[in-house]
């Protein structure tokens, strides 16, 4: 039994599908993926809301708008001095090398728009994997740190596993589908937040507890 795949089989039928990402367009999961960083989505809502008010959500209008503008109405997302200059090296860049193309981005080798990101400021590998797989489509597993505390906890991996590493784990099991990975990874986020709690893990309401599921 891949007891990876067996697990995202019980969280599925026990939870449901989550209908991840919430976004209308895929330039909107994109700034969701760095506002999202050290925050919670409610927060991250509230600032995409006010960049919608003031027709922010493009990569022309994010480009041409001003760093204490565009902070002002990311301001709910928190570190938003930081994260107005991540947002506008991202739509710069997009545009300078892709022409806002979201097409022409998502028509590119995964490796090689991985890495493209990887060379932008404020993308880390999560925020990488999150743009890759729901803004593009492209069937990479999103590693956080739920997942991690959750393998840990199952005796999946150890301490020493790398962002890597993890993700390995699930990639190697499971079907190349960006839907499955995408559910996999919202359903673990579930997990994390309502039974997988830091100090006190409400196992006993898990769905996940039965003995099978532990290595
Ligand atoms: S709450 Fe318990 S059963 Fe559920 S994922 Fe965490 S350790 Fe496993």
Redesign the pocket.
Known sequence: MNKVYEIYKRLLSSLGHQAWWPAETPFEVIIGAILTQNTNWRNVEKAILNLKDSNLISPDSIANCSLATLGKHIKPAGYYNVKAKYLKEFSGRFLQDYGGSIKVLRDLDCMEIREWLLSLKGVGEETADSILLYALNKPVFVVDAYTRR?FL??SLIDEAASYGNVQEIVEKDFPQDSKILGEFHALLVE?GKH??KRKN???EK?P??DSI?YS
Do not use: A, D
């Open positions: 959750i906890r199952h997990v039974f997988c893990p409400l196992c898990c996940i507890s599921f």
